[in-house]
Nanobody, 125 residues
């Protein structure tokens, strides 16, 4: 059982930046594909970004491409989401997700086995 804990959410003005972090309990973290999803108010949870187990490949939704960067540190069992040029429509609860897999990219909710509790990001206009 992998435990995922997100941190770094908060309130930021449009155009600002925020860095989310997700810490994993699993010692074999480097075997896991990781992803970030978000759930805007009143909407379905949607894919944001994914990173391969090795960290050498990343994939983004069109809505965040060029503004967000996903990265991981397998030595520290963490994955991060650096968010820049934030827009009010980025307001959502952000979740990290994990699946022990070498397949890439994983972009559907059903493809992930483990989820964090989420962290709120609010972007004011």
């Amino acid at each position: 059982q992998v435990q995922l804990v997100e941190s770094g959410g908060g309130l930021v003005q449009a155009g600002g930046s925020l860095r989310l972090s997700c810490a994993a309990s699993e010692d074999t973290f480097s075997s896991y594909a990781m992803g970030w999803f978000r759930q805007p108010p009143g909407k379905e949870r949607e894919f944001v970004a994914a990173i391969r187990w090795s960290g050498d490949m990343t994939y983004y939704s069109d809505s965040v491409k060029g503004r967000f960067t996903i990265s991981r540190d397998n030595a520290k069992n963490t994955v991060a989401l650096q968010m820049s040029s934030l827009k009010p429509e980025d307001t959502a609860v952000y979740y990290c997700a994990a699946r022990r897999s070498s397949y890439f990219p994983l972009i559907k909710r059903a493809e992930y086995d483990y989820w964090g509790q989420g962290t709120q990001v609010t972007v004011s206009s």
